[in-house]
T-cell receptor, first 111, second 115 residues
Framework: AQSVTQLGSHVSVSEGALVLLRCNYS??????LFWYVQYPNQGLQLLLK??????LVKGINGFEAEFKKSETSFHLTKPSAHMSDAAEYFC?????????FGQGTRLTINP | DSGVTQTPKHLITATGQRVTLRCSPR?????VYWYQQSLDQGLQFLIQ???????AKGNILERFSAQQFPDLHSELNLSSLELGDSALYFC??????????????FGSGTRLTVV
């Protein structure tokens, strides 16, 4: 069965610093992978997705993620953090008929 | 606005009661998914409907049920409510039953508090 593990339930970075949120997946088939962001009191919003093709995927708000099959990873990065990036981030992969989500990583930005 | 509408936004009810959560999918989307989000369990998949038919079932309790109507809106019914059912309930939609590679569009959720 497909599964997703997000390393670190909380990540704190300074404004302007690199953001790195880690995600590893387990899938018996070529995976479709997603990152979602959840701002306080809101639903989840799609940041980016990997289906096939280029392994470096660019998303909204300056985020990008790289699919590394050899490492079964799909880490999310952003070169320079903004205060507005403070939110919870979820990695997901496709399962049977549904998306399977990781436990989430809460990102805090320090001024 | 994502295009997925959930009502009500907030719901406070007593233990033992029954509530109905409603979801209208994005225009053109045929699939509706229900998820429960709690602090200790994270995002848990409950159930999926595609064009009126149940397509997949997850960790949904027997006290919970759902349906999708001909106009494609969906309702999640929660009965004999317990304190532990307090959570955010999200609805998401996608175009096709197997079109999960496009990702979902989520609604803003219903926050259920059982007292």
């Amino acid at each position: 069965a497909q599964s997703v593990t997000q390393l670190g339930s909380h990540v704190s970075v300074s404004e302007g610093a690199l953001v790195l949120l880690r995600c590893n997946y387990s899938s018996s088939v070529p995976p479709y992978l997603f990152w979602y962001v959840q701002y306080p009191n809101q639903g989840l919003q799609l940041l980016l997705k990997y289906t096939t093709g280029a392994t470096l995927v660019k998303g909204i708000n300056g985020f990008e993620a790289e699919f590394k099959k050899s490492e079964t990873s799909f880490h999310l990065t952003k070169p320079s953090a903004h205060m507005s990036d403070a939110a919870e981030y979820f990695c997901a992969c496709q399962g049977a008929q549904k998306l399977v989500f990781g436990q989430g990583t809460r990102l805090t930005i320090n001024p | 606005d994502s295009g997925v509408t959930q009502t009500p936004k907030h719901l406070i009810t007593a233990t033992g009661q029954r509530v109905t959560l409603r979801c209208s999918p994005r225009s053109g989307d045929l699939s509706v998914y229900w998820y429960q989000q709690s602090l200790d369990q994270g995002l848990q998949f409950l159930i999926q409907y595609y064009n009126g038919e149940e397509r997949a079932k997850g960790n949904i309790l027997e006290r919970f049920s759902a349906q999708q109507f001909p106009d494609l809106h969906s309702e999640l019914n929660l009965s004999s409510l317990e304190l532990g059912d307090s959570a955010l309930y999200f609805c998401a939609s996608s175009h096709g039953g197997a079109a999960i590679y496009y990702g979902y569009t989520f609604g803003s959720g219903t926050r259920l508090t059982v007292v």
